[in-house]
């Protein structure tokens, strides 16, 4: 099984500070053949679902706010929130979908320093 | 617009089979690409992933419940149920089914449900 590990496992940022969030796993996540990171990142608010917000590693998805960003490739990723906004503190995931058991990273608390 | 919603017993107890239901409106499972995952959470946990169905019937487990675990589609009814046998409390979780992006080879889950709580105790 692919291993996803974060770090930290909580983070606290002042209001329009930024947030980095570092993904790493156990191998790499890259593949070859179309030079694809198969790595996305969730975030859950408290109470709620899990949101995709970036896929690809980089891509983000549809309505998400250009303040969020996702960096890095094969084993080692960043989820980088350039400004932070109170609407934000949530739990960061990482997850890897590049072998079938789709393995989840443990969580990052966000909050608001 | 999609939505799914899920739907099953709130409190099993210790060896009872979980049935849930993923309702879901907005695609279609007969389309080629498309897919439902499942999903938990126990209480203050990360997720973990437990299986996918896709268009064509495959299935896909998470290995360490393989063994406890079933999916099924009525693709005319738009209802994924998934089936976890052998319940123990260590299973107490929220439960959630998600849209799987509607492209073959690419299994990110971009719409969730609220999800259902299910509690194990005697």
Known sequence: DIVMTQSPDSLAVSLGERATINCKSSQSVLYTSNNKNY????????????????????????????????????????????SLQAEDVAVYYCQQCYDRTYTFGQGTRLEIK | ???????????????????????????????????VGWIRQPPGRALEWLAFIYWDDEKRYSPSLKSRLTVTKDTSKNQVVLTMTNMDPVDTATYYCAHK??????????????????????
Do not use: H
């Not at chain 1, 408290?46 to 084993?75: H, M, N, Y």
């Not at chain 2, 899920?6 to 897919?35: D, H, I, N, R, V």
């Open chain 1, 39 to 82: 790595l996305g990142w969730y975030q859950q608010k408290p109470g709620q679902p899990p949101k995709l917000l970036i896929s690809w590693a980089s891509t983000r998805e549809s309505g998400v706010p250009d303040r969020f960003s996702g960096s890095g490739s094969g084993t080692d990723f960043t989820l980088t929130i350039s």
């Open chain 2, 1 to 35: 617009q999609i939505t799914l919603k899920e739907s099953g017993p709130t409190l099993l107890k210790p060896t009872q089979t979980l049935t849930l239901a993923c309702s879901f409106s907005g695609f279609s499972l007969g389309t080629s690409g498309a897919g």
């Open chain 2, 101 to 122: 992006v509607g492209l073959r080879g690419v299994n990110y889950m971009d719409v969730w449900g609220k999800g259902t709580t299910v509690t194990v105790s005697s």
